[in-house]
């Protein structure tokens, strides 16, 4: 039986690779709010009134379907505004929402804040069994250092402490791997009862989580192929559906529009993931210094998840990757060699999933990634078992760890405006900016004199709304603004004009009259321009 001594140091590292984990994710979390998360919030916050009135068709909110990240929301208009589930009206809107609030006497950033880090929890449980079951199939010095890198990943820490979906998807979908390649060496239950849990709660993020029904079904046949189980018995394929089919049990369990109508939630979802696999909901995309007005990439399409995962990497990433492609071809009996082969092969093949998919944004890649950082982990750590002296190895394995966190901490608290050195000007190669930057912008402008009174419109109007406490206008996203539309604008005091729009010319009449003008206001994050607060009226 182990000694205490003995748990204590396999357990140390990851301990060590939680502390830094949340260490990165933890502060600012009501700092500001991404373009995407203000819809959440109104959708967590009618899921919270379904839940309250036991209404369970209206807990559909969003076909993708988000139930995890609503169930967060709702949990956290509970913590903060329990008056919620009395006073809420169904299908509020975002105007409405903010304005019982405020009346209410509720920061609805508090919210937020808290919703984020009830999803935080969740996500550091996951990394904590990823580094459990990479110890088992990488060995421990690949899951120490893979886990360091998982932890100080400046991409999976911007995602991941957001109340969104991608985010969790990276954190669910390796996990689901990991854990069931587990099971195939040790034949252990808790393995296949992770790997089934772990696929319930991928669906119930968001609909690329069926990646899991080939891959996990891929992984077992290919097991019995290998060792020609004698009967059903043992089987792992029969296993791959026994994880899946716990997978469906939780889906059920946790997504209460499932109760009520089944066949046409499952429905709306396959509509909705066909449509925007197909490129519906798509706007203009900028994409190596060219704009494709409807989202289409065309041929450019099958290079945009390796540029994005080149930008949104980091070069130790990129070295280690390079050295897993050496050690694994030069010496085949390196341990873990096999699970690294099959980590590439999921990651690769997520990849693939996403690219045929018309839609493309970097973040839809985002669970590919760690599977990519587990190889450079393990190529890293064959590196490092090369040296003679074991000091020599943990001096080097903390300076790779002391690396990653001087590359993540000059990004705080918006992580997700770190673009990879190596790719030069990030906003030559790829659309940039989520909202980062707009919250020193609400300050700058609440700040004004006489500003309550003063005319504003803003780009990403819905999330620039909840941390500015004034009325505000909306900047539509459209190619060119009608004359009214335009003219109404210019008469505005103040217009808030993000980098996405002057990277894709939307609108360009608008920005074209604003050509001559020079900004009141600039915010610049990392060297990067991301917002321009223009003054226009006395």
Request: glycine share 10%.
């Given at each position: 039986?182990?000694s205490?001594?003995?748990?204590?140091?396999?357990?140390?590292?990851?301990?060590?690779?939680?502390?830094?984990?949340?260490?990165?994710?933890?502060p600012?979390?009501?700092?500001?709010?991404?373009?995407?998360?203000?819809?959440?919030?109104?959708r967590?916050?009618?899921?919270?009134?379904?839940?309250?009135q036991?209404?369970?068709?209206?807990?559909?909110?969003?076909?993708?379907?988000?139930?995890?990240?609503?169930?967060?929301?709702?949990?956290?208009?509970?913590?903060?505004?329990p008056?919620y589930?009395?006073?809420?009206?169904?299908?509020?809107?975002?105007?409405?929402?903010l304005?019982?609030?405020?009346?209410?006497?509720?920061?609805?950033?508090?919210?937020?804040?808290?919703?984020?880090?009830?999803?935080l929890?969740?996500?550091?449980?996951?990394?904590?069994?990823?580094?459990?079951?990479?110890?088992?199939?990488?060995?421990?010095?690949?899951?120490?250092?893979?886990?360091?890198?998982?932890?100080?990943?400046?991409?999976?820490?911007?995602?991941?402490?957001?109340?969104?979906?991608?985010?969790?998807?990276?954190?669910?979908?390796?996990?689901?791997v990991l854990?069931?390649?587990?099971?195939?060496?040790?034949?252990q239950?808790?393995?296949?009862?992770?790997?089934?849990?772990?696929?319930?709660?991928?669906?119930?993020t968001?609909t690329?989580?069926?990646?899991?029904?080939?891959?996990l079904?891929?992984?077992?046949?290919?097991?019995?192929?290998?060792?020609?189980?004698?009967?059903?018995?043992?089987?792992?394929?029969?296993?791959?559906?026994?994880?899946?089919?716990?997978?469906?049990?939780?889906?059920?369990?946790?997504?209460?529009?499932?109760?009520?109508?089944?066949?046409?939630?499952?429905?709306?979802?396959?509509?909705y993931?066909?449509?925007?696999?197909?490129?519906?909901?798509?706007?203009?995309?900028?994409?190596?210094?060219?704009?494709?007005?409807?989202?289409?990439?065309?041929?450019?399409?099958w290079?945009?998840y390796?540029?994005?995962?080149?930008?949104?990497?980091?070069?130790?990433?990129?070295?280690?990757l390079?050295?897993?492609?050496?050690?694994?071809?030069?010496?085949?009996?390196?341990?873990?060699?096999?699970?690294?082969?099959w980590?590439?092969?999921?990651?690769l093949?997520?990849?693939?999933?996403?690219?045929?998919?018309?839609?493309?944004?970097?973040?839809?890649?985002?669970?590919?990634?760690?599977?990519?950082?587990?190889?450079a982990?393990?190529?890293?750590?064959?590196?490092?078992?090369?040296?003679?002296?074991?000091?020599?190895?943990?001096?080097?394995?903390?300076?790779?760890?002391?690396?990653?966190?001087?590359t993540?901490?000059?990004?705080?608290?918006?992580?997700?405006?770190?673009y990879?050195p190596?790719?030069?000007?990030?906003?030559?190669?790829?659309?940039?900016?989520?909202?980062?930057?707009?919250?020193?912008?609400?300050?700058?402008?609440?700040?004004?004199?006489?500003?309550?009174?003063?005319?504003?419109?803003?780009?990403?109007?819905?999330?620039?709304?909840?941390m500015?406490?004034?009325?505000?206008?909306?900047?539509?996203?459209v190619?060119?603004?009608?004359?009214?539309?335009l003219a109404?604008?210019l008469?505005?005091?103040?217009?808030?004009?993000?980098?996405?729009?002057?990277?894709?010319?939307?609108?360009?009449?608008?920005?074209d009259?604003?050509?001559?003008?020079?900004?009141?206001?600039?915010?610049?994050?990392?060297?990067?321009?991301?917002?321009?607060v223009?003054?226009?009226?006395?």
């Open positions: 039986m182990p205490l001594r003995s748990r204590f140091l396999n357990w140390f590292p990851v301990l060590l690779v939680l502390l830094a984990f949340l260490a990165v994710r933890l600012g979390l009501g700092r500001f709010i991404t373009t995407d998360e203000a819809l959440w919030l109104r967590s916050a009618n899921f919270r009134l379904a839940l309250h036991q209404d369970w068709p209206s807990a559909f909110q969003s076909p993708h379907p988000g139930a995890l990240t609503q169930w967060a929301g709702a949990a956290a208009y509970q913590i903060v505004f008056d589930a009395r006073l809420g009206t169904p299908d509020i809107r975002d105007p409405d929402l304005r019982l609030l405020e009346n209410r006497g509720v920061n609805p950033m508090r919210i937020l804040a808290v919703g984020r880090g009830l999803l929890a969740l996500h550091a449980a996951a990394l904590v069994a990823v580094c459990v079951f990479a110890t088992r199939l990488l060995g421990p010095w690949a899951a120490a250092v893979g886990g360091g890198l998982l932890a100080l990943d400046p991409f999976l820490a911007g995602h991941q402490r957001l109340l969104h979906l991608d985010g969790l998807l990276a954190s669910l979908i390796p996990l689901a854990a069931f390649l587990d099971f195939l060496q040790t034949r239950a808790g393995s296949l009862l992770a790997a089934g849990l772990a696929t319930g709660l991928a669906w119930l968001k690329p989580a069926i990646f899991l029904l080939p891959a079904l891929g992984l077992g046949l290919l097991a019995d192929l290998r060792s020609r189980p004698a009967g059903w018995r043992r089987s792992t394929l029969l296993a791959a559906g026994v994880a899946l089919l716990l997978g469906v049990l939780l889906f059920w369990a946790l997504f209460p529009a499932m109760w009520a109508n089944p066949l046409g939630s499952l429905q709306s979802m396959a509509s993931t066909l449509g925007t696999a197909e490129g519906e909901h798509s706007g203009p995309l900028f994409f190596l210094g060219q704009v494709y007005p409807d989202g289409e990439l065309g041929y450019a399409g290079s945009f390796l540029v994005s995962f080149i930008a949104r990497s980091t070069p130790l990433v990129l070295l280690g390079a050295l897993a492609a050496w050690f694994g071809v030069r010496q085949s009996g390196t341990p873990g060699r096999a699970t690294a082969s980590l590439a092969l999921s990651g093949g997520f990849l693939l999933l996403m690219t045929i998919a018309s839609k493309k944004m970097d973040r839809y890649g985002l669970p590919a990634l760690p599977f990519l950082i587990l190889i982990g393990w190529g890293w750590a064959a590196a490092l078992q090369s040296i003679a002296l074991r000091r020599r190895q943990v001096a080097t394995a903390a300076g790779l760890l002391l690396a990653a966190l001087l993540i901490l000059p990004n705080q608290p918006y992580y997700l405006n770190y990879n190596l790719i030069g000007r990030a906003d030559k190669v790829m659309m940039i900016g989520w909202g980062e930057g707009l919250d020193q912008a609400a300050q700058y402008l609440s700040r004004q004199p006489g500003i309550a009174g003063a005319g504003v419109a803003s780009w990403y109007s819905v999330s620039f709304q909840w500015y406490s004034y009325p505000l206008e909306d900047i539509p996203i190619s060119q603004l009608s004359e009214a539309s109404d604008l008469s505005m005091d103040y217009l808030v004009i993000y980098v996405h729009q002057w990277q894709r010319g939307t609108p360009q009449n608008l920005l009259a604003l050509t001559p003008l020079d900004p009141a206001h600039s915010i610049w994050i990392g060297g990067q321009e991301y917002v321009r223009y003054r226009l009226g006395k």
